[in-house]
């Protein structure tokens, strides 16, 4: 991406920003709420417009965020069972998200972490190259932050890329950082 | 991508038709048949006088009954995020929305047409009557279907958005409702092809203006 800002309403939240990433890497984009993370994440998604400069992806994108898209009346099993007819997926990775004793469960009853473990179920079905991960630790226990970490790890292991907001610590190797706060306008 | 409307259309249908809280397809035939049967408890049991209105009521009460469910067509999916999972996916806004029209007619077209045979009874419609009003129901709900969601689609994120979609559909739905209540009238099997027609305008209309709006309201 080069070049690009966003605007929120009349603010201008950063400008003059450009960045590159390759096959395996992994970059964290940190700062403090309301600086425009969610909202680089969505550019660079193509789901809302940047106020100047350009994206340019290769391959499929794939997102996870507050919004994890997954009908609250069904059964877990179920609405996520609808994302593997569209994405024809056949591994979720299930068990080792701890999801595979919640299918039943209707996903309004599920707590914050495990409906995030659903969403990056969903993630994983989807196949993306690029995975953009809005918060992805938030609401997660010890042990569901760790595995998060090695999932991010594989993926990028395997050639994927990954661009994670959030401003707690996310141990990677490789992982570049960049601060937002450095292209405030 | 045709192999994604499947899916789509399934998951349209399980939450119009079946549909949890809001009581799905079966509101609306109940709204429906609840007004047929008043209307001749406020009118007086007059059998010429509601054999001669009884095909407009009809077609007030469907059109109402249309409206019911139009704060759950689009806005939950957008709230979801599921309309920003399916773009990431390459299915575009069109396509949901053209796909959730026709799901959106199937859980509330067919139900009133049957619907409407226990109501002609009610209101003492003879055989000729029920069999025009059955025409122009098939004629005419489909653009009623594709009117709500476009509407849904619009108001979608709005304070107050279902309260300002019923305001915003039947206005709307006036051409439908002249053409298709009017081919009642002495000669008037001219408004079932008017009200097709008006149908179709907003069948054409309606999976662009509604997806144009689903971008919009995602901001």
């Known amino acids: ?185 | 991508m045709s192999g994604r409307i499947g899916p789509l259309l399934k998951r349209d249908l399980a939450r119009l038709m079946l549909g949890g809280r809001g009581g799905g397809a079966v509101m609306p035939v109940l709204f429906f048949l609840s007004v047929a049967m008043l209307y001749p408890f406020a009118v007086g049991p007059d059998a010429p006088l509601l054999a001669r209105t009884g095909g407009g009521v009809i077609w007030v009460a469907a059109l109402l009954a249309a409206i019911l469910p139009l704060d759950r067509l689009v806005e939950p999916d957008i709230e979801m995020g599921m309309f920003d999972q399916w773009a990431l996916r390459g299915i575009s806004e069109e396509l949901v929305i053209a796909v959730r029209v026709l799901a959106h007619w199937i859980s509330f077209g067919p139900p009133l047409m049957l619907a409407a045979l226990p109501a002609a009874a009610l209101l003492g419609l003879d055989g000729e009557t029920l069999r025009i009003v059955e025409i122009g129901l098939l004629a005419g709900t489909p653009g009623l279907a594709a009117l709500g969601v476009t509407v849904a689609a619009l108001t979608a994120g709005l304070r107050g958005g279902a309260a300002l979609s019923g305001l915003l559909v039947i206005p709307m739905a006036v051409p439908i409702l002249i053409f298709g209540a009017g081919s009642l009238g002495i000669g008037g099997e001219s408004g079932l092809a008017l009200a097709g027609a008006a149908s179709l305008v907003l069948l054409a209309i309606a999976p662009f203006a509604g997806g144009a709006a689903v971008r919009a309201a995602r901001g």
């Open chain 1, 1 to 185: 991406m080069t070049d690009l800002a966003c605007r929120r309403g009349d603010r201008v939240l950063f400008r003059q920003l450009s960045m590159r990433l390759g096959p395996g890497e992994a970059l964290q984009i940190t700062g403090r709420n309301g600086i425009g993370k969610s909202s680089l994440l969505r550019i660079v998604a193509g789901l809302a417009p940047a106020f100047a400069g350009n994206v340019e992806t290769r391959g499929s994108i794939g997102m996870v965020d507050e919004r994890h898209a997954l009908d609250p009346l069904l059964p877990l099993g179920r609405a996520l069972g609808f994302w593997q007819r569209i994405d024809g997926a056949a591994d979720n990775e299930l068990a080792r998200l701890g999801l595979s004793e919640l299918l039943e469960v209707p996903v309004r009853y599920l707590s914050t972490g495990q409906k995030k473990r659903a969403a990056l179920a969903r993630l994983i079905g989807q196949k993306a190259r690029v995975w953009l991960l809005d918060e992805p630790l938030n609401g997660l226990d010890v042990h569901a932050v760790e595995l998060t970490e090695t999932l991010v790890a594989e993926h990028c292991a395997e050639g994927g890329i990954a661009l994670i907001a959030s401003h707690q610590p996310f141990r990677l190797g490789h992982m570049q950082a960049m601060a937002l706060a450095d292209y405030a306008a």
